[in-house]
């Protein structure tokens, strides 16, 4: 995959958008004085935590199903994940009368679990320390022909999530910079996609966190570097390696990406929490935790932070919160 001309393009980002109209929501832009003031700039908060099934992952799944053709959606789909993309290709299987099967490691959160169930989709365990999911999943797919819809590394599942940064820039216009969280690559590929297109100078950084910097690496040796299931508080980003078209477009389009600890994104969920009445999951407070660490180079600029998600039990938010 170095062909420019097969990786996906920003119009294939506003094909996404038309097909989410009126199924996705349109999640707001939160601004806080109190965390302006603290980084010296003008931060512009788009929540994805309110995202339907609490996530950007929702964007993705829904754009990938919607483009099986009627024999896929009857044979079904199967996906694996630790928690978000299972409940986003749930959902957009039930809304769309799709069978589903999802892979979720044996200790996801209870809640999302439950969610994922809750959307009718049929759940198969996995250890998430020793098991090849994606290994369980294709498998499953070859087995009985179900379509393989893949958390990150599909054309259609990251135009989709490019999608949140479509609205964001078409809401506050351009920016100096922009904080994604990151994983498997694909809200970050997809939201370079978007602001290559609609603010060009805009440096575009991911976040991962300091124990599991396999796209940083990646990035410093120009290929892809695979690591062992980081053990981190942000479970939406424990990927072991990013993949291989999201990785192809963050190479060409992102200008960097920071790492943060555990303890700074317990920081940055008590300041949702407490100053901004939001419960954000772990993985979700690695951009504004990126953005307060480099807020020195953010003086007097305009800054774009992405919240992928909310979807933490509440006894976990609380024992995190207690114990920064
Ligand atoms: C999946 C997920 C991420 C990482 O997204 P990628 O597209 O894999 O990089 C970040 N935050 C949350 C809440 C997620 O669910």
Avoid: W
């Avoid at 199903?65 to 996906?79: C, K, W």
């Amino acid at each position: 995959m170095h062909d420019a001309s097969a990786l996906p393009t920003f119009e294939d980002v506003l094909a996404a958008a038309v097909r989410l109209q009126g199924h996705a929501h349109r999640t707001p832009v939160l601004q806080s004085r109190t965390l302006n003031a603290q980084l010296g700039a003008q931060a512009f908060i788009k929540c994805e935590n309110f995202q339907r099934m609490g996530a950007f992952k929702f964007r993705g799944g829904f754009n990938a199903l919607s483009r099986l053709t009627p024999a896929e959606r009857r044979a079904g789909v199967v996906a694996y994940s630790s928690g978000n993309h299972a409940q986003a290709v749930a959902l957009s299987a039930q809304i769309l009368d799709i069978p589903a099967t999802i892979v979720m490691p044996h200790d996801a959160s209870p809640a999302k679990l439950a969610a994922t169930r809750g959307y009718g989709a049929t759940v198969v365990g996995y250890d998430r320390y020793t098991d090849d999911a994606l290994a369980i999943a294709q498998g499953l797919a070859a087995e009985h022909g179900m379509r393989f819809i893949p958390p990150f590394d599909h054309p259609d599942v990251l135009s989709g999530q490019g999608t949140a940064a479509l609205e964001l820039f078409q809401e506050v216009g351009e920016l100096d910079a922009l904080f994604v969280c990151l994983g498997g690559g694909g809200l970050l590929s997809g939201s370079a996609l978007t602001a290559k297109a609609l603010s060009p100078t805009c440096k575009i950084y991911g976040v991962e966190p300091e124990a599991g910097n396999d796209v940083q690496q990646s990035l410093q040796q120009g290929q892809r570097v695979r690591i062992a299931t980081p053990v981190t508080i942000a479970d939406g980003a424990q990927t072991p390696m990013v993949g291989e078209i999201t990785f192809e477009i963050i190479r060409r389009l992102v200008d960097g990406v920071h790492t943060v600890t555990d303890a700074q994104l317990v920081q940055s969920m008590r300041f949702y929490a407490e100053r901004m009445k939001m419960v954000v999951e772990p993985t979700g407070c690695l951009s504004l935790a990126a953005a307060i660490q480099a807020s020195e180079q953010l003086q007097g600029q305009r800054v774009g932070i992405i919240v992928s998600g909310g979807n933490v039990d509440l006894g976990r938010f609380a024992q995190l919160l207690s114990q920064g």
